[in-house]
């Protein structure tokens, strides 16, 4: 069983930062692409960004992504998600996920951490 483990929430004023990790417990060479969502209260779950592990292509949402940045490290089945210029909308869950199978998605997600920007 593959186990997401997110890391790195928690509470930041306005204009601050904050950065986000999620380590998968899977052989190295398994996961073609991990992603970040979120989800606010009352909100439908939001694409964040995504990163594919054999090159290193990201995309991203577009209010996040000139602020906020995802990179991976290969050898430790790590994404991470640096956020800049963090802004109280940007207050949400943030839910890691990993896949697996060439023909894209997801098939594994973190239990989530909490992002609170306060104002």
């Known amino acids: 069983q593959v186990q997401l483990v997110e890391s790195g929430g928690g509470l930041v004023q306005t204009g601050g930062s904050l950065r986000l990790s999620c380590a998968a417990s899977v052989r190295t060479g398994t996961i073609r692409r991990m992603g970040w969502f979120r989800q606010a209260p009352g909100k439908e779950r939001e694409f964040v960004a995504v990163?594919?592990?054999?090159?290193?292509?990201?995309w991203y949402g577009d209010s996040m992504k000139d602020r906020f940045t995802i990179s991976r490290d290969n050898a430790y089945n790590t994404v991470y998600l640096q956020m800049n210029v963090l802004k109280p909308e940007d207050t949400a869950v943030y839910y890691c996920?990993?896949?697996?199978?060439?023909?894209?998605?997801?098939?594994?997600w973190g239990q989530g951490t909490q992002v609170t920007v306060s104002s």
């Open positions: 990163v594919t592990f054999e090159d290193g292509n990201a």
């Open positions: 996920a990993a896949g697996v199978r060439a023909r894209g998605g997801y098939d594994y």
